[in-house]
């Protein structure tokens, strides 16, 4: 099973743009599907974006769609949430999760995926 590290949050102006990456451990990385979601506070964790193991298929919430993309590098163990045109209500702690059960598409209705990582936090100012 892989472990997970988010990396790249910080405080951002509106309208400015962050990249989020998730390294993860371990040999079977390209086996996962991939997904990054987020919590606000005094919210629920919602789906963010998925992508298929092979990175040929990615998945959005529509309230990302068009501002943030989702990709993921094999040999590098790593998968990126590049996020652009950031508003003050993308501001949440951003984790990123792995399923070899559950696929990409199905991500953003899973009840439960079998790794997390720990979380970043991203602030957008107004």
């Known amino acids: 099973q892989v472990q997970l590290v988010e990396s790249g949050g910080g405080l951002v102006q509106a309208g400015g743009s962050l990249r989020l990456s998730c390294a993860a451990s371990g040999r079977t990385f390209s086996s996962y599907a991939m997904g990054w979601f987020r919590q606000a506070p005094r919210k629920e964790r919602e ?35 590049q996020m652009t045109s950031l508003k003050p209500e993308d501001t949440a702690v951003y984790y990123c999760a792995a399923s070899r059960i559950t696929t990409a598409q199905a991500m953003g209705v899973a009840r439960s995926l079998e790794v997390w990582g720990q979380g970043t936090l991203v602030t957008v100012s107004s």
Do not use: E, M
Not at 59 to 80: E, H, L, Q
């Open 47 to 81: 789906f963010v974006a998925a992508i298929s193991w092979s990175g040929g298929n990615t998945y959005y919430a529509d309230s990302v769609k068009g501002r943030f993309t989702i990709s993921r590098d094999n040999a590098k163990n790593t998968v990126y949430l």
